[in-house]
């Protein structure tokens, strides 16, 4: 792989250019392709603030070399909603339940729960709670998300019925 | 800074001929490093590429796991069936994104004394095999983690794949930790019982400096177990199999625990692992 290259991110190419190899997908999603939903935290795998979907695996965006996404799907937070100001079910219960305090985990948690619903469309609180083991929260107590998170796996399932 | 994402192991032999090359596997610890600023990678071999090293098979009484095997991988149920120690052990790690990243040889090519699956690749007499431009070569796992963060990969070699017998028996794996999720071990152990070798392997982690096998307790308990049914019926046995074991601990303080703690802490897990594997039922 040699600069410029080419990511694929919610669909669309992007050509990095001017990079340093070594930077990590986090960094290069936020600072070089403007899409800054997913968050920067501890940049070692931590927080799940930068959780991205890479060929439909749960990743950290901070431990992802960048270039070595080269010819894979990503997807942020931004790819998820079918189109700008258009919630899906998962961002929709999180207003509803009042699952955002200061909203810095927020992409992350999101991209977790579309991750685990993707997968369990009718996960135990258990199975949630395994499911976002590896998003922080420091506000919120974890109540309201594990809240917003059966909301939308209700809501989830209503739209699959009707 | 150069990538190469090499497609077959050869490649990945051929590119890492370099002697600035430097192996990335899952991540997890290589990019830790890098955005901290204690690595500055000038060529990264990434192995995300490689088909072959994703892959695992069973082999007769054997299975044989490519190097790039994941934690979650190790959990599906039909390799956790045929490895169930090395389930536990994969369960415990990190988070599900963490689980979806870290390889078995990462963690192998790590070699830190936490290293989760390393007790219970010990304790399974695992075989690493390596390739490198010399050839392909089998290291048995006592052999290759040489000491902390230090393993026998020669300049030039990497991890492909690690063999480990299936067992009959029951197996487990026990970490003590701060809470459930990201948690770097303090103190682990795994234990496995083979019924038809009518043996007992015990190995531990994050009490010295290499996962440590504690024989003399392995052959202790095994000379205490009825094998024809199999059962423990003496119940004072496993605390004395766990103060065996204890003794095998070398452990240090630092900034996670104290070596007491670790000694103690070891030794209740395997006194609770020794007497779940021979609770009634557990090896029907």
Redesign the interface.
């Given at each position: 792989?040699?600069p410029p290259y080419v990511l694929t991110v919610n669909g669309a190419e992007h050509h990095v250019t001017d990079a340093?190899?070594?930077e990590?997908l986090l960094y290069v999603l936020r600072e070089r392709l403007g899409l800054p939903g997913s968050k920067s935290g501890c940049?070692?795998?931590?927080c799940?603030s930068c959780?991205v979907i890479v060929d439909g695996?749960?990743?950290?965006a901070?431990?992802?070399?960048a270039?070595?996404a080269?010819g894979s799907e990503i997807t942020t937070v931004e790819g998820l909603q079918p189109s700008r100001g258009e919630f899906t079910e998962v961002q929709e219960a999180f207003i509803v339940e009042g699952a955002v305090q200061c909203g810095f985990c927020t992409p992350g948690l999101i991209v977790?729960i579309h991750?685990?619903l993707s997968r369990n469309p009718a996960p135990t609180d258990l199975e949630l709670r395994?499911?976002i083991?590896?998003?922080l929260c420091r506000c919120t107590g974890y109540g309201r998300i594990l809240a917003a998170a059966q909301a939308a796996a209700g809501a989830m399932a209503r739209d699959r019925e009707g | 800074v150069t990538v190469w994402l090499p497609t077959s192991i050869d490649e990945a032999v051929s590119a890492l001929a370099d002697p600035d090359a430097q192996v990335l596997a899952g991540g997890t610890d290589f990019l830790v490093e890098v955005n901290a600023g204690h690595r500055r990678p000038e060529v990264v071999v990434g192995l995300g590429r490689i088909r072959e090293l994703q892959e695992w098979q069973r082999l007769g009484g054997w299975v044989r796991l490519g190097a790039a095997v994941t934690y979650t991988q190790m959990l599906q149920p039909d390799l956790a069936g045929l490895l169930p120690a090395l389930a536990h052990a994969a369960r415990t790690v990190g988070s599900p994104p963490i689980r979806n990243a870290g390889t078995i040889g990462g963690n192998l090519g790590t070699a830190s004394p936490a290293g989760d699956t390393l007790p219970v690749l010990a304790a399974l007499d695992a075989v690493v095999e390596v390739a490198g431009p010399e050839g392909v070569r089998d290291v048995v796992v006592e052999d290759f983690v040489t000491g902390p963060k230090r393993n026998a990969l020669s300049p030039g070699e990497l991890v492909t794949a690690v063999r480990l017998p299936v067992l009959r028996g029951p197996q487990e794996y026990r970490k003590v930790g701060v809470r459930n999720a990201m948690v770097i071990a303090v103190a682990s152990l795994a234990l496995a019982v083979d019924i038809e070798g009518r043996t007992v392997r015990c190995a531990l982690g994050s009490v010295g400096p290499v996962p440590l096998r504690a024989r003399a307790a392995e052959s202790w308990l095994a000379e205490r177990v009825d094998w024809e049914r199999p059962a423990v019926t003496d119940a004072a046995a496993f605390g004395q199999f766990a103060a065996l074991v204890a003794q095998v601990a070398r452990p240090i303080d630092d900034h996670r625990s104290t070596a007491d703690y670790r000694r103690h802490a070891v030794r209740v897990l395997a006194e609770r692992a020794a007497a779940r594997a021979f609770e009634p039922g557990a090896t029907a």
């Open positions: 792989v040699t340093w190899l070594g990590n940049e070692q795998g931590e799940g959780s695996t749960l990743k950290c901070c431990l992802v070399l270039a070595s080269v977790a991750d685990v395994e499911a083991s590896g998003n | -």
